[in-house]
């Protein structure tokens, strides 16, 4: 992959063999793009949530063993560009990461279906229930956000399965109160547990 990317133009100026690593030399290099393993030892998907956090001038593009729907979706909230498998034409890799520096989103045709399903599904789901027939309009992450509280996990464990920080997490939870208009994170689960969202 190296050569074929220095082939075509690119320079190549870090590797890193693990996520912590990942994170302090994109930071310090400040790369225009970031090619990370979604395997990487301690979390590919957590180290792109971090980098696209603190640089979010560089696009991030995840390289996979194979198709995970789960992963995918993961990798996009965490604000990757890109999901490509490490099988993918080493000739072809350059044209797809140039894509994505330019705002072209870097996905396999199959898993571009699967966006648009996932997309079409949450935009009639987002509304969370007001007194008498209303209903307040929240976003993606909100909705996420607040599904997982009404599933009884706390915030460190939203921001794990999310894959963003804690202090994000409280952020959408007091996004989610003000809509709710309600006085606090308790009440709002009351009204998420006793009300169907719609």
Not at 56 to 76: H, I
Not at 109 to 125: A, C, K
Not at 128 to 150: C, I, K, N, Q, Y
């Amino acid at each position: 992959m190296r050569a074929a990317l220095e082939n075509e133009g690119f320079t190549v100026v870090a590797e890193a063999a693990d996520a912590s690593t990942a994170v302090k030399l994109a930071l310090e290099q400040q790369p225009d793009i970031c090619l990370i393993d979604v395997d990487l030892p301690g979390s590919g998907i957590s180290a792109a949530a971090e980098i696209t956090a603190r640089l979010p001038g560089a696009a991030v593009v995840m390289l996979a063993r194979s198709e995970r729907d789960s992963e995918l979706l993961a990798a996009l909230r965490a604000g990757a560009v890109g999901y490509l498998l490490m099988d993918t034409d080493p000739l072809r890799l350059p044209h797809a990461l140039r894509g994505a520096i330019e705002g072209e989103a870097a996905v396999p045709r199959r898993l571009v279906t699967l966006l648009i399903d996932e997309f079409r599904s949450r935009e009639g789901r987002r509304r969370l229930p007001l007194s008498g027939r209303r209903a307040a309009r929240v976003t993606s992450r909100e909705w996420d956000v607040a599904e997982l509280m009404r599933d009884g996990l706390t915030t460190a464990e939203i921001a794990e399965r999310l894959y963003v920080s804690p202090v994000t997490v409280r952020r959408h939870v007091s996004a989610i109160v003000r809509k709710l208009e309600v006085p606090d994170r308790d009440s709002a689960l009351e009204v998420l547990r006793e009300r169907q969202p719609i």
